[in-house]
């Protein structure tokens, strides 16, 4: 009985799902319209930056995993680069400096580097250099591509209080 | 109840639960808040110029868009183009012949601001000046904006688009492009199934490098995958050598394939034409094993026969 009853509902719902398509038309006289519609070739970045860090004197530390998202229908795909936006690239404070160092960083010796893409404890530098490269081998459009960047921080033992800070540009173009 | 009518049931049960999960398969929805904040896009991302000549000016226009969530001041200029190496690094701030185009680049707004959605058209004039070298001629215009929410970060990021002019000053220009190195590699543990290449621009002006990839079974002329309609393209520039790689990406992952590399580079075209295998390395040490066992089992055998 029970068995039946739920045949039964499926085969109202499969009744209803029919009802519900859309019904053939009348019949009429009809034209072919050509419609275009012209999609233009973009590139699009977004550079997130990480949470600022805290640290002590003597300490090392990671930032959180920072998105550099890159979009594009250029079928050749794009190159993503990195680079200091002036000529320091050390993390600067009023008093001292933190600086640009490639390597496994130590705590107790001052210093800061990124890795994400193809860079790995990488020291920043003024000219741009290459994190990543998607060729789009599938020659599709390329959406919301990320690459997740961590920077890597170590502070000397007798680091001097304050914020240091510096700015890096990354920089998106097609191939 | 018995056995058949429970089967009977959960078979009807099944079919249901999945015609409805069928639709929301192809739903994707990408809300707003998928979105970065600051999204800095432009249009387009590369402009060929064509021949540009002496004396006169040219001028063009390009899209800055605002495809985040939230607002972000702009600014736009224009910086020399190059590249090194064979893997094409740009290379934003070398000074040559082919690269006195960003001296002669002007921009109606050179700064701006953008709210969310919203875009501005920017134009563009090149003087050319009368004593302009001959050949090509690159530059990148560059348009750059902050992160727009990171005042008190450690480490501020500023998103910045390149759009890659390539032109060419007419007079004495020379088109020469040579195909140094093909090759495809004979035995893969994994996909995809790939063919590099290494082409040469020894000419004065930009040349692209076409490229195809056709893959065949083993006894057949029948293509699996081809990319003849959509092939490749790479722009050389003038003195430089580019490496390239054409993959598929999806190749199965077992076979023995007849793969062909098609490249077409100035007035040249190139056939590489190779017996590809594919097997996975935990499939040759079960047939490495299994050949191991039989001969293991025949000299077994073959000496208890003996004693």
């Known amino acids: 009985m029970v068995y039946k009853k739920i045949i039964a509902g499926l085969g109202v719902a499969t009744a209803l799902g029919i009802a519900a398509l859309p019904v053939a038309g009348t019949f009429a006289e009809s034209a072919n319209v050509d419609v275009t519609v012209n999609v233009g070739a973009t590139i699009a970045i977004s550079a997130a930056s990480p949470a600022a860090v805290s640290m002590t004197p003597g300490q090392k530390t990671?930032?959180?995993?920072?998105?550099?998202?890159?979009?594009?229908?250029?079928a050749g795909g794009y190159k993503l680069t990195v680079k200091d936006a002036d000529t320091n690239t050390a993390l600067v404070n009023a008093n001292g400096t933190i600086p640009a160092v490639s390597g496994a960083l130590e705590a107790g010796t001052a210093g800061w580097n990124i890795t994400g893409g193809d860079l790995v404890n990488v020291a920043i530098s003024t000219?741009?250099?290459?994190?990543k490269t998607n060729t789009n081998s599938t020659h599709t459009a390329i959406a919301n591509d990320v690459t997740a960047m961590t920077y890597n921080f170590a502070t000397g033992d007798a680091q001097v209080t304050g914020e240091y800070k510096d700015t890096i540009v990354y920089t998106a173009t097609a191939l | 109840m018995t056995k058949g009518r429970i089967k009977r049931v959960l078979a009807a049960f099944l079919v249901s639960v999945l015609s409805f999960g069928a639709i929301f398969i192809n739903s994707n929805p990408v809300s707003a808040e998928d979105r970065p904040e600051i999204y800095l896009q432009v249009s387009p991302p590369t402009v060929q110029l064509g021949e540009l000549k002496p004396g006169t000016t040219k001028t063009g226009d390009f899209l800055v868009q605002n495809i985040g969530t939230k607002d972000f001041d702009y600014k736009v200029y224009v910086v020399p183009f190059q590249v090194e190496g064979q893997e094409y690094n740009p290379v934003y701030s070398a000074n040559n012949v082919?690269?006195?185009?960003?001296?002669?680049?002007?921009f109606d707004v050179d700064k701006g601001h953008l709210e969310p959605n919203g875009e501005q058209k920017v134009h563009y004039s090149i003087d050319i000046p009368a004593d302009a070298p001959d050949g090509g001629e690159y530059a990148s215009i560059m348009v750059e904006t902050d992160s727009g929410n990171a005042e008190n970060a450690t480490i501020k990021t500023v998103s910045r688009v390149g759009i890659i002019l390539y032109s060419h000053v007419g007079g004495v220009t020379n088109a020469c492009g040579k195909i140094l190195e093909k090759d495809a590699p004979s035995f893969l543990t994994q996909p995809p199934i790939f063919a590099t290449s290494l082409v040469e621009n020894c000419g004065n002006v930009d040349l692209t490098a076409s490229y195809t990839l056709q893959v065949y079974p083993l006894f057949s002329n029948e293509e699996i995958y081809s990319t003849e309609e959509t092939p490749d393209e790479r722009i050389t520039l003038p003195g430089t050598k580019r490496f390239n790689k054409i993959s598929w990406d999806n190749a199965p992952a077992f076979g023995i394939y007849r793969v062909k590399q098609t490249i077409r580079f100035a007035d040249k075209t190139e056939v590489l034409e190779k017996y590809v295998v594919i097997c996975p390395i935990w499939l040759i040490i079960f047939i490495i094993l299994f050949i191991g066992s039989i001969i293991f089992w025949l000299v077994m055998r073959h000496r208890s026969r003996k004693d």
Do not use: F, G
């Open chain 2, 98 to 106: 082919y690269t006195q185009i960003s001296k002669w680049i002007t």
């Open chain 1, 127 to 131: 000219e741009d250099q290459t994190v």
């Open chain 1, 62 to 74: 990671s930032s959180n995993a920072a998105n550099i998202t890159v979009s594009t229908n250029s």
